[in-house]
DNA sequence: TCGGTATGTCAAAGATACCTGACATTGAGG
DNA sequence: CCTCAATGTCAGGTATCTTTGACATACCGA
């Protein structure tokens, strides 16, 4: 229902590279739940700054290695008003 | 009424750094109201992070130079489980 | 075959983020 | 004094995120 989210994110790939941490493992480090870890992973939608800080500093990396914004598609953008 | 966030951030500054922007100008280039500025601003909840990249963005600067996650209080910390 | 681990899905409910609209305050000018 | 721009607050609603709990699938090893 919700609009999928823009961002995208490299935490698969993280965890692999982490000693092939699972979904449960990190939810459980970032102490929420494993179907959350799960969406989020998916692109359902994006998390609040704080989760996404939290799960940055568990693979300790910067935020921005694991949650990329896409250029603003250039095309008719940006003059939208009410 | 919600949790205060632990996230910090630098927006007011980035403001008058850029040619003294106001809170509604801020606003309307992230799409978004005054009251949340105003709310995001002051700390009262961290935002999406979609909008954090769309603020970051506007400033022409890293997101963790716009938002701070401060460290892991290390006192009673990282043993917390249910 | 059975048990356990890891991943994924769904529905319903709770908690936050965000919006609309109205109003109060301060400071700079006319 | 009056007005306007900028900031801030509050109440009430909508949208989105997060949790809980149940269940499905696939893979692996005993």
């Known amino acids: ?44 939608y994006s998390p609040s700054l704080e989760v996404a800080f939290k799960i940055a500093r568990v693979f300790n990396v910067p935020l921005d290695e694991v949650f990329h914004y896409p250029e603003e598609s250039s095309s008719t953008a940006t003059s939208a008003k009410k």
Request: aromatic content about 2%.
């Open 1 to 44: 229902m919700g609009k999928p989210t823009n961002v995208t994110n490299s935490i698969r790939a993280l965890r692999f590279s982490a000693n092939e941490m699972t979904q449960a493992g990190l939810a459980d480090r970032v102490d929420m739940t494993r179907q959350t870890i799960i969406a989020i992973e998916q692109g359902r």
